[in-house]
Every structure is written in C-alpha cells, then in structure tokens.
C-alpha cells in the first residue's frame, strides 16, 4: 500500500490543477494529514510562490509553510542539471519530501509544468523521481484542440515511457476532451489498457476557461476604483476596446463584457454606468480605464453617490492596445476565495470522476477522525444519493441565489425560489449568475394559492382564521413554504436570511407540527472542530425547557447526531457532576436525564455532568471513572439557552469551530432558519442538511 501518489503531464495546459485540486478534495475527506509537494516550482522575483500550492493549501487549509511543499525553483533546478547532477537534484527532492512525509498521512507529489528552459528534461525527470519517491503514477493528457489521433499518440506515447522506466502506472485522465469525441476516446482507453489501470475522461468546460475580474485585476495589477467585492468573481465573457463613440460602444457590448478604454473618456464611464440602470441593455463586468488616468474628485463623487451597482471599474498605467495584449495574457487560473468558481470545478470533477473506484485504486486507507472538510463532504454525498426539493422563501436575497447557484452546480438538490420571477432572473442576471433548472414560483401569481389557502382554512379555522385572511397569510413566503412542504411539494424549506426566525419558523409550530412523542421543537449546532464533530443542543429556540422539554431536547439531538454519522454518547450538562450539586436547576437536568433514560433507554446518557467531565478523558477519571459517557460525549445538551447560545458561540470563536445550524429538531418536516448574518456557505450547508433531514424522515 502506497502512501502517494504522483500525477504527471506530458505537455503544457494540461489542465491539471483541476485534477490534483479534485484528488486533494477527495483525499481530505478520507485521510486527515494530507499533503501536497511540487518537486519544482517557477519562482522569481514577481511571483515567489507556486499557484497549485496556495490553491491546494488554502482551500484546504493544509498546516505547512510554502518552503516545506517544494523541492526547488525552476533556476535552481536548472542550475544542477547545467552541471549534470541529476542525481545530486533527485536527492534535493528527496530530502524536502522526506521532510514533508513525517507530517502527512499521504501526500500529492504534482509534476512540473513544462514551461522555461526545464522542458525538454520534464518528463523523464517526473518518471525517475515517481520512481525515487515510490510513487504510483496517474498521467495526464490534455485534449484541448487535439483530434482522438493526436490524444491516441499521446497517450501511447506516456504508456511507453512509464512502462520503460518500470514505473507503477496506475492510469489516466484526457482532460479537457470535446465532448463530441468522448466515445471514441473511450474506446482508444480501453484499446491500451493491458492492466487493471483506471482511466477517466474530464470534458472541457467553457465556463473554468472564463477570466474572472479579480483575476485580471491581479494579472494587470490594476488599482481597484468601484465595486464591491462580490464583483470580483463574475466571469468575463469576452473583453472590447472602447475607443469609438459612445453609441458605437454600447453597440458591441454583452452580458460579462469587461470594456477597456482610455481613461479620461468619462462620457464613455458615464453611458456604461447607465447600461447596469437600464432594462435595455445587456449587464457588463467590468471597466477598465487606461492610461493612467483615473476620474477626478467629482467625477468620483458622482459615482459613489449612484447606488452599488454590479460592475468593477478599475486603472492600468498602460495604454489601451497594450492593456488589451495584457489581458489575453491573462490566465483562467483556479483561485482558492472564489467559491463560485471552485463549486464549478469540484462539481465538474466529481461528475466525472468516480471517487470511490479511484481511492480504492490509490489504497487509501480511511482516518478514524471526521474534519470540517470530510463533514461537508459527507454533506454533499448524502444529499446527492436520495435527491430532495427544497423551497427557499427569499429569492432575491443576492446570499441565496449565489447559494443556489453553488448547490445546482453540485447537482446536490432540487430547489425552487419563491418571488416575482422577473425579478429574481434580473437579480441573478445582474449577478452574473447561472440558475439554469431553478423553480421559481411568484407568491402572487400561481396556480396553488386557493388550495393552500383552503387547507390553511381547514388547519386553523378553529383559531379564528377566516377564508379571506387565510388567502391573505398564504401571500407571505414564509406560509407559503411551509405550506409547500406540508403538501409533499417540496421536502424541506430554508429560510431566515432576510427574515426573523419567529417568522421563518412559527408557521411549521402552527401546521407542521412536532413528531409524535414530542413536546417542542428544538434546535441543535454541529460544531465542526479539526478532527470530530460535535452536537450542542438547544442554542436557538427554548429559553427555558422544563425537566421533560429538556429530555426532548436530548432525545431529538441524539438523533440528529445518529442521521448525521456521529455516535451519540449524550452529556445533560450543568454545574454540577453526578451527585455532588443541590438546587433547582440540577434537580431539573437530574430528572430530565431519568426521564430521557426512560423513554430511551438505548441511548447512552449521563447527567447531571459539568461539560469538562463530558469532553475531557483525565477530568472524567476523577469525576466519573465508570461513566460510558464522561471524557467522551459527543452530544451536549445545555439546561437552558442563555448557557447554551453563549457557549456555542465562545468555542466558535475561541476553538476555530465552524458552527453549521441551527438544525430544526422534533417538526413532523424539515423547516430550518437562517442567521440573518449568514454566509453562503452557510446556506449551503443548510440546505444539504435540510435535504438529509428529508431523506430521514420518509
């Protein structure tokens, strides 16, 4: 069994920061200490670091500096070959590697890049050190631009040397193949396999070859003068000099059209801003304002008086032809903070790559601790493998349709928006969003509000709801989610960003309603730390629960730790351990621990439990030795939700944890409610659980 493993191209562009960016992803959810290490790495005096490094290790959040992931620079390299020490050169690498071995669990060794004066040794150079580092080897074949000929040459012509060089070569992905010729590459693949090797085809896809505007702001290292940052990650469709007149102009530009034009040309600034206010005009990306010129004080102030507009205007020194040369310079590169972009390419991979088949092939051997990574993981995983529908009342919340986005693109769920659909496509259009395959239903214009509107009759009549005010509450987004998921038709709701959580929630306290056996509803965080995840319940809703809310509170969150893969040893948390306390609020956590034994008497339980007895192994030897629980809980329940809220969010911020939550506990249908400061990672996260809630509940 190896513990690396080492992807190799045999030319340029091939396109394989996707492939180690996708194989790190998928590693990371099986191996806790995984590293990357790049045997030589093109550094000079403007660029020091290795792009692949920093987009692996961000995204990743790997814990080594960027001197311990190399071997050496290009000029490095070069210099001992120039002095023919190739074996002096395969011991530097081994040697830095060996480094990084001692503080990884399997590493990614990525080849070089085929670019400056190494090339011509590149390939025999990455066969022998796969050979030195014992390293199985996965090649890389860039189909972009080549016939199914020119990729057979290529691919047989690896085979050879791998095979030559006695190498352990385990298969092969064509990347960026034409979608028309991916039987017939099938089929050359299966023609050349002579082991049982692994092979996979990545089609090209247009939208990982667009330029962003923060990548061509950091290519053209170009002065930032208007937009937000949200901006930055909009793709560019295509680029025009602006140098005619104004009419001429607005002739030729598109949607994700980033203009170039001289500086001092402020009717042009001012007529492309007015684009982004009109209905009439396609929505550009960006302005680019050459010369050096930049607008003056009151031009400035002029614009910064117009509300945020979706645009970035930024300034180059250089004139216009040769910012137009810069920017088709300018490279589509994989960037760590743009999470639009890296939800295309991991979803792009996964849909392509079957994940399982090529960890079994590389042998890994799966860690006993959970990450944030493999959680989220886990996340995707299980939503994707019984499909649900989820309602999102907020549709034009700009959090939630960039969410949206980031869930279609995993393929992770179904989901409908509620509001006016012009609105919502303008919004998402003007984000420069792609919501294809999205249900969006306008709460005042559908062919359901007078069924809805009856059943809320019927449901709550008995509290004196008219006909006429039931057709009214159904208007409201809130009602009308929850009611879409009462119906069966959609399998959960997401809501809270824009809205309070007595708003998101007290419709499904009036018709959902809770599970039979339940009192209450209740919540719960799962709070990820680096190497396990936790349950903390209730931290949301229940000021104060009572002896039986609170077993509830417990039976409902070892339940939710059980969907979601964690074993629940349940700590019923107070100031005082086992016997040793007196008074009112141990009493009620002593009786609601006897209660919740009672009702589930599976469930490993203990408490009263001050939480270091609960979490901490050498506090619970002394506090509570026999305890199946003590030193090793998993699920804290909090006696009340000023203790509960507070201690979530003190380890949040002082532990590093990523708090996802609050989970709804005890409704008959998933409804969960959104932080009003929310993230969009956060709503993702949301929604995913939403979606497992669903799958449990059938």
Request: proline content about 4%.
């Amino acid at each position: 069994m190896s513990n690396n493993l080492y992807i190799a191209a045999a030319e340029a562009d091939s396109g394989k920061s996707l492939i180690v960016l996708g194989i790190m992803t998928l590693l990371s959810r099986h191996v806790k200490r995984v590293g990357i290490f790049r045997p030589i790495i093109s550094a000079d005096e403007n660029r020091k670091e290795d792009h692949d490094i920093n987009l692996v290790s961000k995204r990743l959040k790997l814990p080594f500096k960027h001197d311990e992931m190399y071997g050496l620079t290009n000029s490095e390299a070069l210099d001992m070959l120039q002095e023919n020490n190739m074996d002096e050169l395969l011991t530097a690498m081994l040697n830095k590697y060996k480094k990084l071995e001692e503080k990884c669990d399997f590493i990614v060794c990525e080849g070089t890049d085929f670019t400056g004066s190494l090339r011509p040794f590149e390939f025999d150079f990455n066969t022998r050190l796969a050979n030195t580092l014992g390293a199985p080897v996965l090649a890389v074949v860039n189909g972009s631009g080549k016939s199914v000929t020119d990729i057979t040459d290529v691919a047989q012509m690896i085979k050879s040397v791998l095979a030559r060089e006695k190498c352990n070569y385990i298969g092969m992905f064509v990347n960026r193949a034409n979608m028309r010729d991916i039987d017939e590459i099938w089929a050359m693949l299966n023609r050349l396999q002579t082991n049982d090797e692994i092979d996979f085809i990545i089609p090209e896809l247009e939208a990982l070859q667009k330029l962003t505007i923060r990548q061509i702001i950091r290519g053209l290292d170009a002065e930032w003068i208007y937009g937000d940052e949200s901006v930055f990650d909009y793709d560019v469709n295509d680029y025009k000099v602006g140098a005619m007149s104004v009419e001429n102009i607005l002739k030729y530009t598109n949607n994700g059209t980033v203009v170039i034009t001289p500086g001092d040309r402020m009717d042009v600034l001012i007529s492309l801003f007015m684009t982004l206010i009109s209905d009439n005009f396609p929505k550009i990306a960006g302005i680019i304002l050459t010369g050096g010129y930049k607008p003056g004080p009151e031009m400035m102030r002029l614009i910064n008086g117009i509300r945020k507009l979706p645009v970035a205007i930024v300034k180059v020194d250089t004139d216009t032809y040769s910012t137009a040369m810069n920017v088709s310079r300018v490279k589509p590169l994989l960037a760590p903070d743009n999470e639009r972009r890296m939800a295309i390419a991991l979803g792009h991979f996964e849909a392509n790559v079957e994940g399982k088949k090529l960890i079994d092939k590389i042998a890994v051997t799966p860690t006993g601790v959970v990450t944030p990574i493999m959680f989220e993981y886990q996340l995707f995983e299980r939503a994707r493998s019984k499909r649900k529908h989820i309602v999102l009342p907020e549709g034009l919340d700009d959090r939630i349709l960039r969410a949206s986005e980031i869930l279609l693109r995993r393929d992770a769920v179904d989901l409908t928006l509620l509001g006016n659909e012009d609105m919502i496509l303008k919004k998402a259009d003007s984000l420069h969003l792609k919501l294809a395959g999205i249900n969006i239903i306008d709460p005042y214009d559908n062919d359901l509000i007078n069924d809805y509107a009856a059943t809320y009759f019927r449901l709550r009549k008995h509290k004196g709801i008219t006909r006429e005010s039931a057709h009214e509450i159904m208007y409201d987004v809130s009602y009308l989610g929850t009611m879409m998921v009462y119906k069966g038709h959609a399998d959960g709701m997401v809501s809270g960003a824009a809205h309070t959580t007595q708003h998101t929630i007290r419709p499904a306290f009036e018709f959902i309603k809770t599970k039979p056996g339940f009192t209450i509803i209740s919540s719960s965080f799962l709070m990820c730390f680096e190497d396990r995840v936790l349950v903390y319940g209730d931290c949301a809703f229940n000021p104060n629960p009572n002896s039986e809310e609170l077993a509830d509170i417990a039976i409902s969150s070892a339940d939710t730790a059980r969907m979601f893969g964690i074993d629940p040893r349940v700590a019923m948390l107070s100031y005082s351990t086992g016997t040793s306390g007196k008074g009112a609020e141990v009493e009620k956590v002593r009786k609601a621990t006897e209660i919740a034994r009672e009702r589930r008497p599976d469930l490993k339980l203990e408490g009263p439990i001050q939480y270091d007895a609960a979490i901490d192994a050498s506090v619970a030897k002394t506090k509570m030795p026999d305890s199946e629980v003590a030193g090793k809980a998993t699920v804290f329940i909090f006696p009340d939700l000023n203790t509960g809220n507070n201690t979530y969010k003190a380890v949040q911020r002082s532990a590093g944890a990523i708090a996802v939550g609050p989970v709804s506990q005890g409704l008959n249908k998933p409804v969960n409610d959104l932080s009003r400061g929310c993230l969009v990672k956060d709503i993702v996260n949301t929604v995913l659980i939403t979606a497992i809630q669903a799958q449990e509940n059938q």
